[in-house]
């Protein structure tokens, strides 16, 4: 089992642009979930999907925040334009019978 | 009122003493409690979930006061390796509901030799 997937681990980028962050989930599970973690704030829930179809993100900051998951191997969480305050770490969690496992995160810098 | 809400300690505990956190939960209605542990600069890892009997894991112990809405962990025999936060973790339905999970902000264990 190769647990869950993220992709990058690190990504360092200007304010203004694009940044796309990627999750593979464990096989089987059906719930996918995205946080982000950051010292002021803790662990946040930005939006979960449940058999890729999104069922609350109501956590996801704003407008610049969007989460697509194609099918049920895949997740994209998508920030354009970046700004210097989304700078955290990401992560993706996925559950399925058994509690959340989490991929190696995101470290996300905006400059 | 947060949701969840827990200490953050941090602890800091000398090798073989025991040491207890409490988190507290707001939603009556929670019915999954788990504890995560987070190691530095890492991604949270499922430590055990919390039964209503209350449960044991080596020297771990995991209880649940649902008349107080806290759950609690206790760890006997502290060791270096149990450095790390521990995040409570709380979910109001079972089975395939809405689930919104939300993690406590993380109590910090400092075990110094």
């Known amino acids: 089992d190769a647990g869950v997937i993220q992709s990058p681990r690190h990504e360092v980028t200007e304010m203004g642009q694009e940044v796309t962050l990627r999750c593979k989930p464990i096989s089987g599970h059906n719930s996918l979930f995205w946080y982000r973690q950051t010292m002021m704030r803790g662990l946040e829930l930005l939006i979960y999907?449940?058999?890729?179809?999104?069922?609350?993100d109501s956590g996801m900051p704003e407008d610049r925040f969007s989460a697509k998951m194609p099918n049920a191997s895949f997740s994209t969480l998508k920030i354009q334009p970046s700004e210097p305050r989304d700078s955290a770490v990401y992560f993706c969690?996925?559950?399925?019978?058994?509690?959340?496992?989490f991929g190696n995160g995101t470290r996300l810098t905006v400059t | 009122r947060k949701e969840v809400e827990q200490d953050p300690g941090p602890f800091n505990v000398p090798e073989g003493a025991t040491v207890a956190f409490n988190c507290t939960y707001s939603?009556?209605?929670?019915?999954?409690f788990f504890w995560y542990r987070q190691d530095c600069r890492k991604e949270p890892k499922l430590l055990m979930s919390v039964y209503s009997s209350g449960n044991e894991d080596g020297r771990f112990t995991a209880q649940l006061n649902r008349a107080s809405q806290y759950i609690s962990l206790l760890i006997r025999d502290s060791k270096l390796s149990d450095s790390a936060t521990y995040l409570c973790?709380?979910?109001?339905?079972?089975?395939?509901?809405?689930?919104?999970?939300?993690f406590g902000s993380g109590t910090r264990l400092q075990v110094q030799p």
């Open positions: 969690a996925t559950a399925g019978r058994t509690p959340l496992h």
């Open positions: 973790v709380v979910t109001p339905t079972l089975g395939t509901g809405r689930r919104a999970l939300t």
């Open positions: 939603n009556s209605a929670s019915q999954s």
């Open positions: 999907f449940n058999n890729n179809v999104p069922i609350d």
